[in-house]
DNA sequence: CAAATATATTTGATATATCAATTAAAAACA
DNA sequence: TGTTTTTAATTGATATATCAAATATATTTG
């Protein structure tokens, strides 16, 4: 049986453009906020919006396992942008809380992410994107549906 | 400045659709093929339709760093999927050669790779995909091109 | 209540990602 | 030709990805 070569199909697209997008992010947050990265920056703004989340929690939204997030929130608890204390209902939860260095961060993300944003989507419309989020969503069902 | 949370940007959606493509796909490879990633299946493909690729030039395909490429195929030499040898005429380039191990893999990706993109696609037209690969592509020439 | 089960997090092992520095060979150049 | 500049690949350091096993606490169940 022979199949087409990789880069005709549309997953190897989306691999790109996700890629991409992440690098031209990466680079354009490191020129106004040393030391964080894409990632780092989502899991700030998602503690900023809801404060009670777990790290179990904060891994599924950013669609990370555990022991990523575990070693991800340790070092942003080094490099202060976190602080862990044990969560006195459940006490095999953290309460993580944004420190004053995070909320320094999280100041100046905003501008820069939605520059990015507008960048990459420049000479998009709001339906073409509606119709790639159908598309995505068909994608994502397809393969989370057991079987 | 405030923003959206990042659930409601279509990047988010795109993440989550090629991580559940790649655990679907990784899943399905895996029940048919033992200890093959989806992307060293990628790197057999390309090296079966282009054998003369050098590291530096799978490492573009499959958008990866020439370090992460030496060692991917570090590891699939010792996993003898793959021997290198060094090319002659550019004596720092190697020649890369699929073992008969890695012709076998070879035989069984197929199949599980077509019936994957089917399922992953199901329900999605033709015209649906052409959009957005139409959509992906500005994406990427909106991050890649300078400034 | 005690035992079994479930859940949140951690740890270890191995692979991959990323950046910067290094090495060896090729190509350009003066 | 000898020197400089490029290029392909490697290495080291650190972070992240992934799986399995371990730990501590909660919940369920008999």
Chains 1, 2 share one sequence.
Do not use: W
């Amino acid at each position: 049986m022979s199949i087409e070569i990789p880069t005709q199909v549309v997953f190897y697209k989306v691999e790109r453009a996700i890629k991409e997008y992440r690098k031209y992010a990466q680079k354009k947050i490191s020129e106004k906020v040393q030391d964080i990265t894409v990632d780092q920056g989502l899991i700030l703004l998602f503690l900023k919006h809801y404060p009670e989340l777990s790290q179990k929690e904060i891994a599924a939204l950013v669609f990370k396992d555990n022991a990523s997030m575990t070693r991800m929130i340790d070092l942003m608890v080094k490099k202060e942008y976190l602080v862990r204390s044990t969560n006195e209902e459940d006490r095999r939860r953290y309460n993580i809380e944004i420190t004053d260095k995070g909320k320094t961060v999280l100041e100046k993300l905003p501008p820069v992410i939605l520059e990015n944003r507008k960048k990459a989507l420049a000479g998009i419309s709001i339906d073409e994107i509606e119709q790639v989020e159908k598309v995505l969503d068909k994608i994502i069902i397809n393969c989370t549906t057991n079987q």
